[in-house]
C-alpha cells in the first residue's frame, strides 16, 4: 500500500527530563485543554492531541509524549524535546524520558516556516470540527495528518489564506481535528478558547 509514501520513522534517544520552570505553563495549559475533553483518548483507546513551545530563537520544541491522552495530570516524564526533523524525509529525532508523536512533525512544519510562532495546540473535537470545516482556514480532505503532504498544505494556507492572522486551522482531512497558535502558548490558548466558546 502507498507505495512512494515515506515511512514516518523516529528516533528517540533517552535524556533527561525537560527542566520544570520551562514548561509550567505548557503543563498548565494541557492539562486545562485535557479537562475541556479537547485533548484526551477515543474510546477504541486512541489518544488524540498535542501541545508544544518553540525553544526560543531555534528550531527546537517541546511536546507532550504520545500516548498519554488518557492522563489528566501530565508530569514532566511525559515531555520531550524534537531536536531534529526532516520533513521530506517523515522523520525525526527527540530527546527525553517519551517518545513524540508522529504529529509532531505538523508542529515541526509550522516551526520551520513562521519564526514568530511559539507554541502550538492540536486538538480534537467533533462538533467544533464541523462548525469550523471551511469556515476558518482548512486543509484538503485528502491530506492526512502527520504527513509531509501537510506541510505543504499549511504552507499553501499561510500563503493563500489568512492563516497568519487567524491562528486557526481545521483538517478536513483528519476528523475532529484542528489547531491553533500563536506567538506564545497564552495567545495560542486564548484562540482555543475563544473558538471553544463560539
Ligand atoms: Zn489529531
Known amino acids: 500500500m502507498d507505495e512512494g509514501v515515506v515511512k514516518y520513522s523516529c528516533e528517540c534517544i533517552p535524556g533527561e527530563n525537560v527542566a520544570v520552570e520551562l514548561i509550567a505553563s505548557l503543563m498548565k495549559w494541557r492539562d486545562h485543554i485535557h479537562e475541556l475533553g479537547l485533548i484526551g483518548v477515543y ?34 516524564d511525559h515531555y520531550t524535546v524534537v531536536t531534529e526533523f526532516n520533513i521530506e524525509h517523515n522523520h525525526l529525532t527527540c530527546c527525553g524520558p ?28 467533533p462538533q467544533l470540527w464541523r462548525k469550523l470545516l471551511n469556515q476558518v482556514p482548512t486543509t484538503r480532505k485528502d491530506v492526512q495528518y502527520g504527513t509531509p503532504k501537510m506541510a505543504q498544505e499549511m504552507f499553501r494556507l499561510f500563503e ?5 492572522e487567524k491562528k486557526i486551522l481545521v483538517m478536513a482531512g483528519h476528523e475532529d481535528g484542528f489547531l491553533t497558535f500563536g506567538k506564545d502558548l497564552n495567545e495560542a490558548g486564548e484562540i482555543l478558547i475563544q473558538y471553544y466558546h463560539i
Do not use: D, M
Open 98 to 125: 517519551i517518545q513524540a508523536s508522529s504529529e509532531s512533525l505538523t508542529h515541526a512544519a509550522i516551526y520551520s516556516y513562521e519564526p514568530n510562532i511559539n507554541a502550538i495546540i492540536h486538538v480534537h473535537h
Open 160 to 164: 493563500e489564506e489568512n492563516l497568519r
Open 43 to 76: 474510546e477504541n483507546g486512541i489518544g488524540f492531541g498535542n501541545i508544544s513551545i518553540r525553544i526560543a530563537n531555534t528550531l527546537q520544541f517541546i511536546i507532550s509524549g504520545s500516548q498519554t491522552g488518557h492522563l489528566a495530570k501530565l508530569n514532566p
